[in-house]
Each structure stands twice: as structure tokens, then as C-alpha cells.
């Protein structure tokens, strides 16, 4: 065990809990702040840069899907790749759990959860793992341990906590991570999960990515604490505090936070400083500047994430030439075409699904139900 986790340096990386200002190795100028970790040779960097420009022109692809209407919903992740990309790199794909929330396509993506479970998920196509029955947008992932998206605010977090009891309780090695919005720490049932999970020492990692906004309540609306991370002190946790726009920081952070709950000292929250450059959802007024300066989302471009290790890979003497980022740009492009054409063409799914799945043998009801359906198909048929 770990000792004074709530105010000491962390002993094998020296990376401080409940710091003033957020823990940060690359500035936005690319510079290094501090020292970069040997890990992060140029090749490395190369590779990580690509995961978040993948998600990013994915992004960019689906907002037009649904434009054409071919999807009715979509919460992009733009400008929050770093903290989502690193987040992935920070723990043990297919072997953890995640509780996720709806943002977390990119995460997702980063795990490997293959492009077309994704895009067929928001089609709701016959190849969607979920066979269209849950909202688009709302994935899950059974190889990489992703579970089923909740829109319903921070109801993933006591679930989570459960998760990691049992983890816990079977002696694995085994841990959960539980992601959610700066909004979602406003809900009962978030404080209901850290609670427990303090109380119960769960393996459990929470990761708050802060964006700044719950649709259009900003930050200083949504509580008058000078910031999350603070929160973790009262459950017994340790808390820390990142620049989630810098993806070194956020794997150090993380990667020292998983392997920390991994060893079986309980809990810990991770706050990643971030910001969502795009709107809310496709049912947001944020393009009618409702709620916030188009100043702010300006500054904030200012900051993105992507950009950083381009700059950083300059200045290690490895640039990203623009051809070569053109042509990253289309290859995913044509992915993503070539991903819907395929999703596309295994079909809807039939109304019958809806009386699969769940029971083994259906009950009376439902069986009533169904030979209803199917005589009033049918009727139309006839
Ligand atoms: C329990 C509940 N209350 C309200 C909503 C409506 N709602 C949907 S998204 C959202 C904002 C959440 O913001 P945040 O947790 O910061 O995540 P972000 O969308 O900013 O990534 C709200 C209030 C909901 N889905 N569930």
C-alpha cells in the first residue's frame, strides 16, 4: 500500500494529487514543460497522433452522416481527444471495465473497438451488436469490456462502483473505469457511487472530462467548488488534477492513477481540463450563440489538443508534413465511407428482434404481442 495518498507525490512518478493548476509535460506551444518521459519517442508520439486525427475526422464524417439523415443522433468529442486517447493508453484494453458516457466515441476508438461496430451502431443496422435497439450514439463493446451507454446522467457511476466491489471481491486484477462530464458530478447518484466506492476502497478509477459545459450550463453554474478533482478529498480518494488537452499528461496522470487503484489501494478521480469545441449534440442552439462567446471556442481552437503534438513533433525535429497529414485526413475518410456502405448494406433490422434476447421463453404477454404484430403485418402484407 501506498502511503499518504491524499497529499504526498505519488512514489514512482513524483505526479502530485490536488494540485492548484492542472499537471501538464506539454505546453501549447508544443514545448515540453518538464521533462518527457523516454516513452514518448517520436514514433510514439507519431502513433498517438494519428488515433486522435482518426477520431477527430471521424467525428467530422458523422456530423455530415447526420445531416443526410442517416442517423438521428450524434454528441461529437472534438477537442477532447487527448484526454480520451490517453485515457485508453492508461489502462489495460479488454481486460478493464469501462462505464462510459455518451461522449466517449473516441475512447472507444482508441480501445479498439472496431470503426464499423461504431458506425453501425449509429445506423442501427443488422450489424450493429445491439441490433438497433438502443438510442444511436449510445455504443458498447463486449471484447473491449465497454459497457452500454446510459443518456441518463450519471447513472453509470453506482453501477461502476459495483463492478469494481466485485473485482474486488474475486480478487482480480482486474479494474473499472468510470468516465462522465463536469455536469454529471452535479447528480446524486455520483455522489451515491464515489461514496461507496471510497467506503468500499474500489478499484475503481473516475475520470471526469471536464469540458466546461453540461449543454449550456458552464462550469461556475454547476457548482461553486473551485473545481472536481477537490471533490475526491471528502470520499477518501485521491485526486488529481490534469491538462486534458496535453495527451503526455493525461497517460502519465492516468497510467499512475490505474496502477495505483490496481494495486489495491481503493479509488481514485482524475479531472482532465478539456474543452468541447463542437455543440452539445445535434438538438444544441450552441451555433445561435445562446449560451456561450464565439470568442471562448476560438480560444479554445487555440488549444487543440491534435495541434499540440504536431507542434511537439516539430519541435523533436520529426514534423508531420502536410501531405503526409492530407493524406492521413483522407485515408480515414475513405474508411469511414467504405465502413457505412458496409454497415448500410446488412439491412434493418426486422421488428421480430424485439422479442429476442431478453427472455429465454417469452412471456404470455408478449407472446400476445407478437402474434398480434405479425397478423396486422400480415394484414398490410395482403
Ligand atoms: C439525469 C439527467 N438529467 C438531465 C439530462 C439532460 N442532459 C443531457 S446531456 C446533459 C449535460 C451533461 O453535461 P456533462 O455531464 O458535463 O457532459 P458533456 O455533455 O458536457 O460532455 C444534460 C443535462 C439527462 N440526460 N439526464
Not at 142 to 155: E, G, T, W
Not at 250 to 260: D, F, H, K, L, P
Not at 376 to 381: F, H, M, T
Request: aromatic letters at 8%.
Amino acid at each position: 500500500m501506498t502511503t499518504s495518498p491524499l497529499v504526498e507525490p505519488f512514489p514512482e512518478t513524483g505526479i502530485q494529487p490536488f494540485t492548484k493548476e492542472p499537471i501538464r509535460y506539454v505546453g501549447e506551444d508544443g514545448l515540453p514543460v518538464q521533462n518527457l518521459p523516454a516513452a514518448y519517442t517520436p514514433e510514439r508520439l507519431r502513433e498517438l497522433h494519428a488515433v486522435m486525427l482518426r477520431a477527430r475526422e471521424f467525428d467530422r464524417k458523422l456530423i455530415t452522416l447526420l445531416r443526410q439523415g442517416r442517423t438521428t443522433f450524434y454528441a461529437q468529442s472534438s477537442g477532447m481527444e487527448a484526454t480520451q486517447v490517453g485515457l485508453a493508453h492508461s489502462i489495460r484494453p479488454g481486460h478493464d471495465w469501462v462505464w462510459p458516457y455518451y461522449r466517449d466515441h473516441t475512447l472507444a476508438l482508441a480501445l479498439g473497438v472496431p470503426m464499423f461496430e461504431l458506425i453501425s451502431q449509429v445506423l442501427g443496422s443488422n450489424s450493429d451488436p445491439s441490433r438497433g435497439r438502443q438510442m444511436p450514439h449510445h455504443f458498447a463493446a463486449r471484447k473491449q469490456h465497454f459497457v452500454s451507454i446510459s443518456s441518463s446522467i450519471a447513472n453509470q457511476v453506482p453501477p461502476a462502483t459495483g463492478t469494481a466491489m466485485a473485482q474486488k471481491y474475486l480478487g482480480t486484477d482486474e479494474i473499472t473505469v468510470c468516465t462522465f462530464g463536469d455536469g454529471a458530478t452535479s447528480e446524486g447518484d455520483w455522489h451515491a457511487g464515489m461514496n461507496m466506492a471510497g467506503a468500499m476502497a474500489a478499484p475503481c478509477l473516475f475520470v471526469c472530462e471536464n469540458n466546461q459545459w453540461a449543454i449550456s450550463t458552464n462550469l461556475s453554474g454547476q457548482t461553486a467548488s473551485e473545481n472536481i478533482h477537490i471533490k475526491a478529498k471528502a470520499y477518501g480518494m485521491p485526486g488529481f488534477y490534469v491538462d486534458g488537452n496535453d495527451i503526455v499528461a493525461v497517460m502519465e496522470v492516468g497510467r499512475t492513477a490505474a496502477e495505483w487503484v490496481r494495486a489495491g489501494n481503493g479509488p481514485a478521480l482524475v479531472e482532465c481540463l478539456t474543452y468541447r469545441v463542437g455543440s452539445h449534440s445535434n438538438a444544441d442552439a450552441d451555433a445561435e450563440k445562446h449560451y456561450r462567446t464565439r470568442e471562448e471556442v476560438q480560444e479554445w481552437l487555440g488549444r487543440d489538443p491534435v495541434v499540440r503534438v504536431e507542434k511537439l513533433l516539430e519541435h523533436l525535429g520529426h514534423p508531420i508534413e502536410s501531405e503526409e497529414r492530407a493524406n492521413m485526413i483522407s485515408a480515414v475518410h475513405r474508411e469511414v465511407d467504405e465502413q457505412v456502405i458496409r454497415a448500410e448494406a446488412t439491412g434493418q433490422p426486422d421488428w421480430r428482434i424485439m422479442f429476442e434476447d431478453v427472455y429465454a421463453d417469452l412471456p404470455a404477454h408478449l407472446r400476445e404481442e407478437a402474434a398480434m404484430l405479425r397478423a396486422e403485418q400480415e394484414g398490410e402484407r395482403k
